[in-house]
């Protein structure tokens, strides 16, 4: 199957990095290579510029090997960037100048039906982007009501989350739920007529379950502090998110790092010592522009933050 997978801002993230063609750049999210080919572009080899792709798929990391062949800057790696500090040590590597993360899901991954990402195509239920571990199937299987009812809710904030999750117990009883077609009817049969009529009924319990799977805010929430620690003075730090959880682990984290002191208001003087560790730049998070929301309509809930270490 073609990995086609559109970049996201691609011009926002190119001059987001500030590049500097001799320096040592980390693309944590490689998946189609589509922002690392322009970032490798831009790099010269014989300087010492470096990029270091990295995917926890098994797949992407194979499609980005083939689409960067003809770029000996540019290597790829099976790894999951929470795992960043081990990758570096083992290369030798100190610092890098800069690192991207673009969160979620692949194009490529949710199109390849046997992946079990999509609601819209019949497969295994899997939704494991590393193909190890605990998938979909046995989330849905086995978590308790209550669990289930949690998980949808915190991750997708949908409103019938306890009845989906009381529907799912109640078809498993019958025969396990093997399959996503299978799941996408349990979930649309214990919503009202009028949610049932909504766009996409079972995308946001689907995005839940995937969120669980791949323990997706848990990797983020423990990659940022190691992350931190690995840019080199002036380094910046891109990272695009899709939904509101990710977004607030970002924006909490940058505002953790860009605040100086953390005294109460009412203290004379500092006690705490903490200086500021960077600046975000922009202070806000970037939209993709009009003419990208139109065009790719997956990049309308893109939101890209930009922090620069002191
Ligand atoms: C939105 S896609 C990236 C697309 C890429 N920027 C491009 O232009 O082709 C996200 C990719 O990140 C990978 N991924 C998600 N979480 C990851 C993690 N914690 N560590 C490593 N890769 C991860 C997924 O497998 C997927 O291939
Ligand atoms: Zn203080």
Redesign the pocket.
């Known amino acids: 199957m073609e990995?086609v997978?559109?970049?996201?801002m691609?011009t926002e993230c190119l001059s987001a990095l500030k590049i500097d063609p001799a320096g040592i750049y980390v693309?944590?999210?490689?998946?189609?290579?589509?922002?690392?080919k322009e970032i490798a572009k831009r790099l010269d080899y014989k300087k010492g510029g470096r990029l270091l792709c990295?995917?926890?798929?098994p797949d992407?990391v194979k499609t980005?090997s083939e689409r960067l062949k003809d770029f000996p800057q540019a290597s790829v790696h099976h790894?999951?960037?929470?795992?960043i500090v081990c990758l570096l040590d083992s290369l030798n590597i100190d610092k890098i100048d800069g690192m991207?993360?673009?969160?979620?899901?692949?194009?490529?991954?949710l199109d390849c039906a046997e992946r079990g990402f999509s609601f819209r195509n019949d497969a295994p239920l899997d939704m494991r982007?590393?193909k190890t571990g605990k998938s979909a199937k046995d989330v849905v299987n086995e978590y308790s009501e209550a669990e289930l009812s949690k998980m949808i809710f915190t991750y997708s904030e949908e409103r019938f989350a306890r009845k989906i999750a009381a529907a799912i117990v109640r078809e498993r009883q019958k025969k396990p739920i093997e399959t996503t077609l299978e799941l996408a009817e349990i979930i649309k049969g214990a919503m009202p007529a009028a949610a049932k009529r909504e766009k996409n009924p079972c995308k946001r319990t689907f995005q839940a379950i995937r969120i669980e799977v791949?323990?997706?805010l848990e990797?983020?929430k423990n990659?940022l502090d190691d992350i931190f620690s690995k840019l080199n003075s002036g380094a910046r730090l891109a990272i695009?998110t899709?939904h509101s959880l990710e977004d607030r682990i970002v924006k909490q984290k940058y505002k953790e790092w860009c605040q100086g002191c953390t005294c109460p208001k009412d203290f004379p003087i500092c006690v705490c010592g903490n200086t500021p560790k960077g600046k975000m730049t922009p202070n806000k998070a970037i939209e993709p522009n009009a003419e990208e929301q139109e065009q790719n309509p997956r990049s309308k809930c893109a939101r890209l933050r930009v922090f620069e270490k002191l």
């Open positions: 990995f997978h559109k970049p996201i691609l693309d944590g999210t490689v998946g189609g290579a589509g922002h690392s990295l995917d926890r798929d992407a980005a790894s999951n960037f929470s795992e991207l993360l673009d969160l979620g899901v692949s194009s490529f991954q982007m590393s791949n323990g997706e990797h983020l990659a695009i899709f």
